[in-house]
Nanobody, 116 residues
């Protein structure tokens, strides 16, 4: 049974930092590319960052470039999203995805709220 579970969300003040974690099980984690997505109320889900299976290649949405960092630890079957200089517009449910060409697995999401 495949499980993708996000954690680390919460309430943070503008300018603050938060690190999300995503643990995957039931898959050969090291062959999957991973990505973080987010969905704010009333908006479509958007891609935030991706990381290749080895961790050697990363990509970011322009809106988070320079503030967010995606990383992974294949020994722990976990991908991370370090978020710095958070803004109110970063408020959303953040989702983790494990994907190959033939398909993908999604987590249930974790809420991030940036507010004073």
């Amino acid at each position: 049974q495949v499980q993708v579970v996000e954690s680390g969300g919460g309430l943070v003040q503008p300018g603050g930092s938060l690190t999300l974690s995503c643990a995957a099980s039931g898959i050969t984690f090291s062959i999957y590319s991973m990505s973080w997505h987010r969905q704010a109320p009333g908006k479509e889900r958007e891609l935030v960052a991706t990381i290749s299976s080895s961790g050697g290649s990363t990509n970011y949405a322009d809106s988070v470039k320079g503030r967010f960092t995606i990383s992974r630890d294949n020994t722990k079957n976990t991908v991370y999203l370090q978020m710095n200089s958070l803004k109110p517009e970063d408020t959303a449910v953040y989702y983790c995805r494990a994907f190959l060409i033939r398909g993908a697995y999604w987590g249930q999401g974790t809420q991030v709220t940036v507010s004073s």
